[in-house]
């Protein structure tokens, strides 16, 4: 039985939340500010994290930030759940390590939904380790096994989001792929009207990836269409890039 540890102080939301999750089969675990929450996590080890924003002592995003630093909580897939509604709150989020964004108020089906997506998504090998799909174009290498990506001969560390992103947008090298498409593939639910959990995530990619992410050179966008990804082809006579890779 997969365990969910939700952090909120909203204790009515927290309930309500906690009665629909073991109705729906899961183990839960509740804490109601920043410190107990991250401890929590700690100690229980949870399969899935629901975590409010406005939290007493330590607020979410710290919390988030802290649960990512740690080796031990790094890998745990976090769903904010919060009022902060504002584009730039959700890319707040999705910078400090969440997975996925939904604001309150919210439907219980969405809710259930975007949770079995996120286990289903990271409780796994992903689907490029399980079939026989492009795994590497030209200078780019996917190891599924490890969630890396060998880049002109240098191995760059990706999450599990940025992983699928990247491995969605090499089955259609040279191709535009659209923000309903990613969402669906990446994310495992349907889209809706908000690409901005894409955006900061092909930002991310960018960073690691390309040699000035402000003038992407292979991961492109398509205004108006989605994204495309263009690499030089194996015969390619084209020198390595020099990218920066964070720490």
């Given amino acids: 039985m997969p365990r969910i540890l939700v952090i909120d102080d909203d204790l009515a939301i927290s309930e309500l939340v906690a009665v629909n999750l073991e109705m729906a089969g899961y183990d839960v675990s509740q804490a109601e500010d920043g410190v107990k929450g991250q401890a929590l996590a700690l100690q229980l080890q949870p399969d899935l994290i629901m975590l409010d924003l406005m939290l007493p002592k330590v607020d979410g995003f710290t919390v988030c930030q802290r649960l990512r630093r740690d080796e031990r909580t790094a890998e745990i897939p976090i769903l904010m759940l919060t009022a902060l ?57 996917l190891v599924p096994e490890r969630f890396e990506a060998i880049w002109f001969k240098t191995t760059v560390k990706l999450t599990h989001l940025e992983f699928e992103l990247l491995h969605c947008l090499l089955q259609r090298h040279g191709q535009t792929v659209s923000p309903s498409e990613i969402l669906r593939e990446v994310w495992g639910y349907d889209p809706d009207d908000d690409i901005e959990t894409i955006r900061v995530h092909i930002r991310h990619l960018r960073t690691k990836l390309e040699p000035d992410p402000r003038h992407p050179r292979y991961i492109k966008t398509v205004y108006g269409a989605g994204y495309c990804l263009e690499l030089p082809s194996v015969s390619s006579e084209i020198e390595d890039p020099v990218v920066t890779i964070p720490e």
């Fill in 85 to 141: 509604s504002q584009t730039q709150n959700k890319v707040e989020g999705f910078n400090a390590g969440a997975d996925d964004y939904l604001t309150k108020p919210f439907e219980v089906e969405e809710l259930l939904a975007r949770i079995r997506a996120l286990l289903r998504r990271t409780d796994r090998i992903p689907q490029a380790a399980k079939h026989s799909e492009i795994l590497n174009y030209g200078s780019l290498t």
